[in-house]
């Protein structure tokens, strides 16, 4: 079956050819009937020499497609730029979640200060008393406290 993002068959994109299930070599279906082992050569000289092309058009279209999907996602999310002071609160995880606190336990706690912006989307933490926190903390993570 043909990939959506790349166009062909991976059997086509390997071999040059369609592929034949065993259902239609063992019986007799006029598309099996029909080859012509010296007419059939011809073309599979002709389709090895676009093969090249092929692959680079196959290329271009996964490309393409990877390039809609990361924009569809992009457009959905919901990005937060923080800066260095600003304060947080963090979302509680099943790691950081207190034990026997059950479901009715706070989704967030804090308020955090941000003590240094890492990189994209992560950030240093630390609490009122200047304690940082040894990790990075991701962005989607956390809420601006105000």
């Keep these: 079956m043909a990939k959506s993002s ?3 068959t991976p059997f086509f994109l390997v071999y040059v050819a369609e592929t034949l299930i065993p259902v239609e070599v063992g019986e007799p279906i006029l598309r099996y009937i029909q080859v012509n082992e010296e007419a059939n050569n011809e073309p599979v ?4 020499e676009l093969l ?3 692959r680079d058009l196959a290329h271009i279209r996964m490309a393409a497609q990877k390039q809609r999907i990361e ?4 457009q959905i999310a919901n990005l937060r730029y923080f ?3 600003d304060l947080v609160l963090r979302k509680v995880t099943q790691n950081t979640r207190e034990l026997n606190v059950g479901k009715l336990g706070p989704t967030w706690e804090g308020p955090y200060r941000i003590s240094t912006v890492t990189g994209k989307g992560s950030c240093e933490l ?3 008393d200047g304690e940082k926190f040894p990790s990075n903390w991701n962005v989607a993570h956390l809420k601006s406290y105000y």
Excluded: I, P, S, T
């Design 6 to 8: 790349v166009g062909e």
């Design 45 to 48: 000289l002709v389709n090895l």
């Design 52 to 54: 090249d092309e092929c």
């Design 71 to 74: 924009r569809y996602n992009n």
């Design 83 to 85: 800066k260095v002071g």
């Design 126 to 128: 630390e609490n009122r």
